[in-house]
T-cell receptor, first 112, second 110 residues
Framework: NAGVTQTPKFRVLKTGQSMTLLCAQDMNHEYMYWYRQDPGMGLRLIHY???????AKGEVPDGYNVSRLKKQNFLLGLESAAPSQTSVYFC???????????FGPGTRLTVL | RKEVEQDPGPFNVPEGATVAFNCTYSNSASQSFFWYRQDCRKEPKLLMS???SGNEDGRFTAQLNRASQYISLLIRDSKLSDSATYLC???????????FGTGTSLTVIP
């Protein structure tokens, strides 16, 4: 039982490049989230999903897209990376809106 | 105005000390409250949920004050292993968002 896993763990991009971050959970959770964490800002919600095939915008969605084609996977895409997207990205899942969120280990992304 | 505000600290306390953190939230409709712990360069992990009546888990006590819109975390008999950043988290049932505070840094000194 791996919980929540994220791929990759580290990545360096050049401005304008694209990439996809993969989040996978094996707990059969309906809810999945993508956050970014920046110094002095706390975790901020980018996008979330309340079930397979559904996604919604969070607090800071601009510049990102997501997809939830399978219940266990939640993908975060950056179409044209910008230096302002340098951050640590965390994926999380939960069984219910008010339930505990389980986080993946994070992806450290640097955009040059 | 931030949804959730915490004193960033740092709090440096000796082993065995008692330390308390507060967190204020702006939306009076908030329904669910949590404390998470985050170690350096690691993911956040749930420490405890906060219930209206207050709750205790070993050396940790969490309390909610709806009238003043704050939650608190009390750590008794601090251990070196308690050194971490403590995140206050608030959820509004009207939306699907959890709001995280920026965290309070605690270092327990031998």
């Amino acid at each position: 039982n791996a919980g929540v896993t994220q791929t990759p763990k580290f990545r360096v991009l050049k401005t304008g490049q694209s990439m996809t971050l993969l989040c996978a959970q094996d707990m059969n959770h309906e809810y999945m989230y993508w956050y970014r964490q920046d110094p002095g800002m706390g975790l901020r919600l980018i996008h979330y999903s309340v079930g397979e095939g559904t996604t919604a915008k969070g607090e800071v969605p601009d510049g990102y897209n997501v997809s939830r084609l399978k219940k266990q996977n939640f993908l975060l895409g950056l179409e044209s990376a910008a230096p302002s997207q340098t951050s640590v990205y965390f994926c999380a899942s939960s069984s219910d809106l008010t339930d505990t969120q389980y986080f993946g280990p994070g992806t450290r992304l640097t955009v040059l | 105005r931030k949804e959730v505000e915490q004193d960033p600290g740092p709090f440096n306390v000796p082993e065995g000390a008692t330390v308390a953190f507060n967190c204020t939230y702006s939306n009076s409709a908030s329904q669910s409250f949590f404390w998470y712990r985050q170690d350096c360069r690691k993911e956040p992990k749930l420490l405890m949920s906060v219930y209206s009546s207050g709750n205790e888990d070993g050396r940790f006590t969490a309390q909610l004050n709806r009238a003043s819109q704050y939650i608190s975390l009390l750590i008794r008999d601090s251990k070196l292993s308690d050194s971490a950043t403590y995140l206050c988290v608030v959820n509004e049932d009207t939306g699907n968002q959890f709001y995280f505070g920026t965290g309070t840094s605690l270092t327990v000194i031998p």
